[in-house]
């Protein structure tokens, strides 16, 4: 079961419809289960008998495996330090992207960890964190009838989980995973979104971030 902690907002619907279609059994967590349900409703319209429920945060915390942060930062500390307990040996995937807006433009938030997914790690210590889908756009989630053209970048210090959650991006159209490393990357993927919000709002677009010569590199080092 995949949760989606903050999943009625648009990324977390999103990322949560893509799952869905991929076979993936989901709960759409909120503070508020009536919120959490109508979430869910908006997704079964997108991707109709598919098992997709509503619940709270707390609920979809405990009941599944793997649990994505899709809160704004400005609520991941109070939101995190609530579910400590119910997320203890679980995988999470932190897809929080620290910023905010001033007078128009995107400007990255100063993290005083180092990344929202460091402050993650460091508020669930008995987690497995991974950071990743930071740079793919809610709407172009939500937009089925087209693939996701754009990388997903995934950091963490926990192997085993690095390599689950970027064979679970691959299950999305489009979509590939790149090993980032070690969590204390996750800083620069977090600000490339920023970057990519300003790159949008300069060209009117849903630009995304594709690496290249990463396959080419791979065959080298393993030939
Ligand atoms: N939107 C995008 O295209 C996009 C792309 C990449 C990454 N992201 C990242 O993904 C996360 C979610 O983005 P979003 O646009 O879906 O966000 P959002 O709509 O602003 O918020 C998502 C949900 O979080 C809950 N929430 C709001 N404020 C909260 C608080 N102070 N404390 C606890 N919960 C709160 C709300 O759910 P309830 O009221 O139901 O609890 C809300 O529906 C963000 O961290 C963002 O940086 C977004």
Redesign the pocket.
Known sequence: MLGFI?????????LALRFALAGEEIVI????VE??EE?AQKVLERAPGYPVSGST?EDAAQRSDVLF????????R??LTALRDSLKGKLVVN?????EFVDGSAVAVVVEEGS?AQQCQLLLPESQVVAA???????D?LRTSQSVDGDVVVCSDHAEAKATVMSMAERIPGVRGVDGGGLANARYVEDM?TLLLNINQIYKAHAMFRITGVEALKAVSEG
């Open positions: 903050g999943g009625t907002g648009p990324e977390g619907r999103g967590g909120s503070r508020s919120r959490g979430a945060n942060i899709t809160v704004p930062y400005t609520g991941q109070d939101t897809v929080v992207a620290p910023l929202a889908f930071q740079n793919l756009s809610a709407r989630l979104t």
